[in-house]
């Protein structure tokens, strides 16, 4: 059978698509900067309106889709990382020995 195996390839299919972006073309670069500023945006604004994104609001943003702002913002900033567009990856991180 073709396909993912669910229980043991879960993490390589949800972040296979990053491994690409290691060679990521200054235009793929540039559409990330783009997404990663309008997600950030959007998240300002989410948490900054007087009405704590009840429905109906004219010109307000629902918090139902606050969970979708914050892993867009997770992608694009990963996505950023490992196209090297910020720099190199760290060797270490804190906590590790």
């Known amino acids: 059978m073709n396909?993912?195996?669910w229980k043991?390839?879960?993490?390589?299919?949800?972040?296979?698509?990053?491994?690409?972006?290691?060679?990521?073309?200054?235009?793929?670069v540039e559409?990330?900067?783009?997404?990663?500023k309008d997600s950030v945006a959007r998240l300002i604004r989410m948490t900054t309106q007087k009405n704590a994104?009840?429905?109906g609001a004219k010109n307000c943003l629902d918090w139902e889709s606050l969970d979708t702002a914050l892993m867009n913002i997770a992608c694009a900033a990963t996505s950023l990382c490992l196209s090297g567009a910020l720099?190199?990856?760290?060797?270490?991180?804190?906590g590790d020995f």
């Open 87 to 94: 720099g190199d990856m760290p060797e270490t991180i804190e």
């Open 3 to 5: 396909g993912i195996d």
């Open 31 to 36: 559409a990330d900067k783009d997404a990663l």
């Open 53 to 55: 994104g009840q429905r």
């Open 8 to 28: 043991s390839d879960l993490k390589d299919a949800m972040w296979a698509m990053f491994w690409v972006k290691q060679n990521a073309s200054p235009a793929d």
